[in-house]
């Protein structure tokens, strides 16, 4: 043990008396693009900017257009005659010409290439030599300059081929170009001429560029020459030099030259160099073969390499690494802080940290004598109080004096019960307090100059919250917040408040907590955005919906009135204002940045990020500003496969051609996170999309005008790119062939309409009959009610009272009689007639039936008294028949006679409810009696009047007759109240 504790101290002794100290030289980062990018191949010959925006890259596999983002590629598959380009060249129409190692022409034009078998003018450009030169003069003529030496003139219809007129002339790899005065001349690296009378008359000039490469032609007609003294500007044939250059430089083979009033770029074997006409002289791509160099619009410097491409951004986008190359002794570093000395600590692996003075660009290497306990330095935190820098990885913590080398010792926290504790996460407030955030619990060190602490010791509320922790942040209160896996809380004056408890947005992860100025928190979560926590509540939630790259953000750091963030998808700034919250993406930093990030540092004019690369930083603006719309164009429109001319504003489509394919990008080279949207209808929506392609396969008959838009993260919608096509109809959908559907429909429908209406009437005859057929029913069952039966009894009775001398019975029975024939009279001209009319023609009935059978028979009548029997009306004929079968069949087969009771009722609002009950034998017992069968014809009337009603009324009668009990039948009818 003893043993293990000197050589301990002995390590922390030597790396605390000689740490490292050197100094270190930043280095530009350069966006470099290969393959693996989307190039067709990494043996790039030369670059160009159309006039639209696109970079062109001549490879040895074909031809690639970029427009920021993705590169689309072109080869002989597409119509190139060769896959092999050696330089590109854009005419003055916007034709793109593709000068192949096979000398044959071809050109791209209106999402088009065109080969000498698409187009014929291009069979007689074929010179059987490689063509090094290219221009078109004011009179549209083309000049081409071959390694074979001939030079070409091709006015558009014809070629000539001029050749040397002695031996003593050589055309071979001639630079052609037309000065002010309209001159046409030829260059190479041992003659000059000029053109006269149709053909090139030698000059003397003491000056030749070393190549054909060498040359650039000027804006004003002038041309830039390198010959072996250095860079000319040759003007009418006269040079001037403009800067001499070194021998050994001219001497390293020399590519494709790039000139501009203020600087020269050469491209060589060994890198390019920038040279400013002051000598100031600076390389890139050391040891890399350069082919070409060329700056574009925007400033931008493309080194075109047989490694790719590389690009050099303007200034003020120039990104810097500092590395192992550089100086640094790790290229992966996890956290990153300033102290008041100006100095950078940069947490690393391996227990390393590096210690970087921003003056005088000096690095101190601190190594921690424990390499597996501090594996990664994954957090710095500065005590500016007590002049002390904490640091921390998953398993240990310490601190050493901010004015290291001067003051070596470190200290380590110490877990008093050698238990084994891991952290997150932690933070210092402004006196003695220490805040650890542990895979089990958030603990308060009160004392953070002693770095002890006890698992076992600790109050739960006061200096102990059990749980799993991630992140712990002292505010300029001195509140404690920590987040664990319930949510967010504050610990504040010994009160603990559980915030998520209220908004269930702060149960989520919380990797990182920051205070703005205005004391407002900024909570960094996992999945879920920004969260703006202010005086008790959540004022926003910021997400990718806002603009924010990503949901998920690791880290944020504040920084006057912004908030800057690092997420697995790049960096964003963010200005949070209460009317607007205005986000900036950096995207071309994202660009090259991406996942590598792990910390971040913002100091007043530079932002400094830790990443798996080094330490990557750059200049930014305070202020945020508006980025331009990017530029939109349709790149190209296939329609049933083929490709159609993007020269033709508008297009007109067979029916058959629904199928089109649009393909569309936007030119930006700073941002890539570009969204576009679009619509096929000037009045539509607007459908958002970051796709580059649509696909549209059943588009319906009609004019359509595509529009499509673009923007940036950072920028508002640009102007839109257009272009209409009319889908014409197919026969059938012609007005001729629908006027001749509507005839045909018109002629349908009258004759639908025809029969219908004799159905109609049909059915109205059919009801006229019913009706009828009902009167002849209604005289029937007059004629069933007076049945012999029940006349024989009654004049048997009249009979009877008269031989008996009983003239006062015979006269009552007779006058009922009477009474009851001249009711039926009446009755039977009526369909329907009153409640009142029918119970008293009821009683008529019974009385005589009562006289018949005398005290053996008993009827009664009961009517609801909220029955109006006046103004209630139902069908005439309709009772009589089922009281006078209850009478014979029911109560005359019993000796002791019987009673019939008829009890009248509302069923409810739309039917009125009659009863007739008897306590005879009942209709099942005197069915099982008879031996024949037997119907009253009178009921068999009845319900045949009764079925007929129902199919001309609009609601029916209901009928139930059935045996009431062991005795006894009821009759049940329901009759719709007349309307």
């Known amino acids: 043990m003893k043993r293990n504790s000197c050589s301990y101290l002995i390590l922390v002794l030597l790396c605390a008396l ?66 092999q380009i050696l330089q590109l060249r854009e005419d003055s129409k916007g034709r793109i010409w593709f000068l192949a190692l096979n000398g044959q022409l071809s050109y791209f034009y209106n999402g088009k290439i065109f080969n000498q078998y698409t187009d014929k003018q291009l069979e007689s450009l074929n010179f059987n030599s490689v063509i090094v030169s290219f221009f078109e003069d004011s009179k549209s003529r083309f000049w081409f300059g071959t390694n074979n030496n001939i030079i070409g003139l091709w006015d558009g219809k014809k070629t000539t081929k001029l050749y040397p007129p002695n031996k003593n002339d050589k055309y071979q790899n001639i630079f052609i ?23 090139f008359v030698r000059t003397q000039n003491p000056s030749y560029p070393i190549s054909h490469k060498t040359l650039q032609y000027r804006r004003d007609k002038s041309i830039y020459l390198i010959d072996k003294k250095g860079l000319h500007i040759t003007n ?107 100095r950078l600590w940069l947490g690393s692996v ?90 089990s619990a958030v603990v308060i060190l009160n004392d953070r100059e002693k770095l002890e602490f006890s698992s076992l010791k600790y109050k739960e509320q006061q ?64 999945g879920y955005g920004l969260i703006i926590f202010e005086n008790g509540k959540i004022t926003q939630n910021i997400t990718h919906k806002n603009g924010l790259n990503n949901n998920i953000v690791n880290k944020v750091f504040t920084k006057e009135d912004y908030l800057w963030t690092i ?26 940045l991406s996942d590598d990030l792990n910390d971040l540092y913002i100091d007043k004019d530079t932002a400094y990020f830790a990443t798996n690369n080094g330490l990557i930083y750059f200049a930014y603006n305070h202020t945020l500003q508006e980025t331009q719309a990017p530029k939109v164009y349709i790149t190209s429109i296939i329609n049933n496969r083929q490709k159609l001319d993007l020269g033709h504003g508008s297009f007109t489509l067979k029916p058959n051609e629904q199928s089109i394919i649009l393909n569309y990008s936007a030119i930006d080279f700073k941002n890539r996170n570009i969204s576009y949207r679009y619509r096929l209808k000037g009045n539509g929506n607007w459908v958002e999309t970051k796709s580059r392609r649509l696909e549209l396969s059943s588009l319906e008959p009609g004019e359509y005008t595509f529009e499509v838009s673009a923007k940036s993260q950072d920028s508002g919608w640009s102007e839109p790119a257009k272009v209409k096509f009319v889908l014409q109809k197919h026969f059938y959908q012609t007005w001729w062939f629908l006027a001749m559907l509507i005839g045909i429909g018109a002629y349908f429908i009258y004759v639908v309409t025809v029969k219908m209406t004799r159905q109609q009437k049909n059915k109205e005859q059919e009801q006229l009959l019913l009706k009828n057929k009902i009167l002849m029913l209604e005289q029937k069952a007059l004629q069933a009610m007076m049945n012999p039966h029940f006349v024989f009894n009654v004049m048997n009775s009249i009979q009877h009272y008269i031989n008996t001398k009983n003239t006062s019975s015979a006269n009552k029975v007779l006058t009922g009689f009477a009474k009851l024939i001249r009711k039926n009279l009446e009755v039977c001209t009526k369909s329907y007639i009153t409640l009142d009319e029918e119970i008293e023609y009821l009683n008529l009935y019974l009385n005589l039936e009562k006289y018949r059978f005398g ?101 029916p009668i209901h009928l139930s007759v059935q045996q009431n009990g062991k005795v006894g039948t009821i009759v049940t009818i329901s009759i719709p109240f007349l309307p």
């Open 350 to 439: 391996n227990g390393g940290i590096d210690i970087l003075d921003l003056k005088s660009r000096k690095v101190s290497a601190l190594q921690l004598p424990n390499a597996s306990k501090f594996s990664t330095i994954k957090q710095l935190v500065p005590d500016q109080k007590n002049n002390k820098m904490f640091f921390a990885s998953d398993y240990g913590l310490g601190y050493i004096n901010i004015d290291y080398p001067k003051t070596k010792k470190l200290h380590f926290l110490r877990e008093t019960n050698n238990l084994v504790y891991v952290v997150k996460n932690f933070a210092i407030d402004t006196t003695t307090k220490l805040a650890l955030s542990l895979s």
């Open 177 to 199: 170009y037309e000065d002010a005065k309209h001159d046409i001349w030829a260059i190479n690296n041992n003659s000059n001429y000029i053109y006269k009378q149709n053909g």
């Open 567 to 592: 997420g697995n998808t790049g960096i964003n700034r963010i200005s949070i204002d209460k009317n607007r919250t205005k986000i900036s993406s950096y995207d071309d930093v994202n660009g090259m």
């Open 236 to 342: 009418n044939n006269v040079n001037t030099l403009i800067i001499a250059l070194d021998s050994n430089l001219l001497n390293t083979g020399l590519g494709y030259i790039h000139a501009d009033g203020k600087e020269l770029w050469l491209s060589t074997n060994n890198g390019a160099y920038g040279i400013k006409y002051n000598g100031e002289t600076r390389q890139f791509l050391q040891g890399i073969i350069v082919n070409q160099v060329e700056k574009d619009k925007e400033g931008n410097i493309w080194f075109t390499t047989k490694n790719g491409i590389y690009k050099l951004p303007k200034l003020k986008d120039q990104l810097y690494i500092l590395n192992h190359e550089n100086g640094l002794s790790n290229n992966t570093i996890k956290s990153i802080v300033k102290d008041n000395k100006n």
């Open 18 to 83: 000689f740490p490292l100290v050197h100094t270190v030289a930043q280095k530009i980062y350069l966006p470099h693009y290969t393959t693996k990018d989307g190039l067709p191949s990494n043996n790039c010959y030369y670059t160009l900017q159309d006039r639209k925006g696109y970079i062109w890259i001549a490879t040895d596999a074909g031809v690639s257009r970029f427009d920021g983002a993705v590169f689309e590629n072109f080869s002989v598959d597409d119509g190139l005659p060769d896959n």
């Open 463 to 526: 200096d102990f919250f059990k749980d799993r922790s991630y992140r712990v942040f002292y505010d300029s209160q001195q509140s404690l917040w920590f987040s664990n896996i319930s949510g967010l809380s504050e610990f504040s004056h010994n009160k603990l408040n559980k915030h998520y408890e209220k908004y269930p947005l702060l149960t989520k992860r919380i990797n990182d907590m920051q205070e703005l100025q205005s004391g407002t928190m900024v909570m960094a979560t996992d």
């Open 855 to 955: 005290d053996q028979f008993q009827y009664h009548i009961h009517l609801a008294e909220d029955i109006d029997k006046e103004d209630t009306f139902i069908p005439s004929m309709l009772l009589q028949p089922y009281i006078e079968n209850a009478i014979w069949h029911g109560i005359m087969p019993k000796q002791e006679g019987g009673e019939v009771t008829i009890d009248i009722s509302n069923q409810n609002d739309e039917y009125l409810l009659i009863k007739i009950i008897d306590d005879g034998v009942g209709i099942d017992n005197s069915l099982k009696n008879k031996k024949e069968s037997h119907e009253s014809k009178g009921m068999t009337l009845t319900n045949e009047r009764i079925n007929l009603l129902n199919k001309i009324e609009a609601k």
